[in-house]
């Protein structure tokens, strides 16, 4: 079966370290996107991409980025791990033509 | 103002209740919407997707009122398992953008 994978599903890292959280898909699916989840603000989008060699900012960007070298992979990497980016983060994938969003599990962030 | 507004609850309603959600979007070139279902600790779900006429599926049924920018979930004879949190979500331009969600818990 298809399925949307993210690891590693938990990190503790410190201020100022390069932290990168894989996603990888297997329903070759052109659209990918990373949120960011916190209490009281919902899914935040981060990163998103249409296709290989595309990306694209969402409403939370500053401090990640995202590269898309082939269909299945979009690493969110957080160049600089500050406090702020505590979180627990999504990566999910969407067919061209349906607006059903497949999610992984997630992947819980504490950047101490 | 945030792109996609919902009343973060929480609903608690004892079972076989109607309880019913809303959300409302700032965007009018949005295009499709949905709600997603959220269990504690667990990643979104579709739920179903919501059309222009309006749409039911089961004991759920979605409205969309474009002039309004305006989205509801009515939830009809509610069961235990339908205590999630439920976000309603706007795709404006192939972004898919998310609410914070509304929190219901369906009680014995």
């Known amino acids: 079966d298809a399925e949307i994978t993210q690891s590693p599903r938990h990190k503790i890292t410190e201020t100022g370290r390069q932290v990168t959280l894989a996603c990888h898909q297997t329903w070759n699916h052109n659209n990918m996107f990373w949120y960011r989840q916190d209490l009281g603000h919902g899914l935040r989008l981060i990163h998103y991409s249409y296709g290989v060699q595309d990306t694209n900012k969402g409403e939370v960007s500053d401090g990640y980025s995202v590269s898309r070298s082939n269909t299945e992979d979009l690493p969110l990497t957080l160049e600089s791990a500050a406090s702020s980016q505590t979180s627990v983060y999504f990566c999910a994938s969407k067919g061209t033509n349906t607006g059903e969003l497949f999610f992984g599990e997630g992947s819980r962030l504490t950047v101490l | ?108």
Do not use: H
Not at chain 2, 32 to 59: A, H, I, T
Not at chain 2, 67 to 80: F, T, V
């Open chain 2, 1 to 108: 103002r945030k792109e996609v507004e919902q009343d973060p609850g929480p609903f608690n309603v004892p079972e076989g209740a109607t309880v019913a959600f809303n959300c409302t979007y700032s965007n009018s070139a949005s295009q499709s919407f949905f709600w997603y279902r959220q269990d504690c600790r667990k990643e979104p779900k579709l739920l179903m997707s919501v059309y222009s006429s309006g749409n039911e599926d089961g004991r759920f049924t979605a409205q969309l009122n474009r002039a309004s920018q305006y989205i509801s979930l009515l939830i009809r004879d509610s069961k235990l398992s339908d205590s999630a949190t439920y976000l309603c979500v706007v795709n404006p331009s192939g972004d898919m953008r998310f609410g914070a969600g509304t929190r219901l818990t369906v009680k014995p």
